[in-house]
């Protein structure tokens, strides 16, 4: 079993940048490919990004495209999101998640563990 820490949130002007860090415990996160979800107030818990166990291959919601970035450090048992030229839309709670058996990975049903999430607010 993980346990998974998110830290980095805040409130921050639109146009502006925010670094999301998740912090996993356990000697195992290597076997675990993450996620990245946000929920607003009010609404479901979307997806934005995923990276795979190796961090070779990663994947956005069109939301985030060209914006956020998605990286890990398996050393540091770590997975980061890298969120560039914020918008108020992107106003949430964000949840780092990690993947054991599932396949689908757009989806809350396809992983495991969850974090308790990091808000961060985009003023206009």
């Known amino acids: 079993q993980v346990q998974l820490v998110e830290s980095g949130g805040g409130l921050v002007q639109t146009g502006g940048s925010l670094r999301l860090s998740c912090a996993a415990s356990g000697p195992t996160f290597s076997r675990y490919a993450m996620g990245w979800f946000r929920q607003a107030p009010g609404k479901e818990r979307d997806f934005v990004a995923r990276?795979?166990?190796?961090?070779?291959?990663?994947f956005y919601a069109d939301s985030v495209k060209g914006r956020f970035t998605i990286s890990r450090d398996n050393g540091r048992s770590t997975v980061y999101l890298q969120m560039n030229s914020l918008k108020p839309e992107d106003t949430a709670l964000y949840y780092c998640?990690?993947?054991?058996?599932?396949?689908?990975?757009?989806?809350?049903?396809?992983?495991?563990?969850w974090g308790q999430g990091t808000q961060v607010t985009v003023a206009s």
């Open positions: 990276i795979s166990r190796s961090a070779g291959d990663t």
């Open positions: 998640a990690a993947q054991d058996l599932g396949v689908a990975f757009t989806t809350t049903l396809g992983y495991d563990y």
